[in-house]
Nanobody, 126 residues
Framework: QVQLVESGGGLVQAGGSLRLSCTAS????????MGWFRQVLGKERETVAAISGNGDATFVQYSISDRFAISKDNAQNTVYLQMKNLRPEDTALYSCAAVEATPMGLITQAHRYSYWGRGRQVTVAS
């Protein structure tokens, strides 16, 4: 069983930066495709970013790709979401997810993920 523990997030002023971390246990991160998703109450969950097991393949939602970046440190079993120039519309609950995959497997659809963290709230004040 894979467990995911997220850290980071919180309250930031518009234009600020935050980094989210998600550490996996129970399976090597190199065996896991991982992703970040966000959801605002009353709205559908959306894919923010995804990364393959070996970290070589990445995806970031186009509308935020100039401000958000995903990376992975398999030695630390951790995936990161670096967010800069944050805007009030980025306010959401951000969740990390993981699923067993091939080394280059890149998975962007939430329903394909097996394991989920509890989520971290990111609030961007205007």
């Amino acid at each position: 069983q894979v467990q995911l523990v997220e850290s980071g997030g919180g309250l930031v002023q518009a234009g600020g930066s935050l980094r989210l971390s998600c550490t996996a246990s129970g399976r090597a991160a190199s065996d896991l495709a991982m992703g970040w998703f966000r959801q605002v109450l009353g709205k559908e969950r959306e894919t923010v970013a995804a990364i393959s097991g070996n970290g070589d393949a990445t995806f970031v939602q186009y509308s935020i790709s100039d401000r958000f970046a995903i990376s992975k440190d398999n030695a630390q079993n951790t995936v990161y979401l670096q967010m800069k120039n944050l805007r009030p519309e980025d306010t959401a609950l951000y969740s990390c997810a993981a699923v067993e995959a091939t080394p280059m497997g890149l998975i962007t659809q939430a329903h394909r993920y097996s394991y989920w963290g509890r989520g971290r709230q990111v609030t961007v004040a205007s």
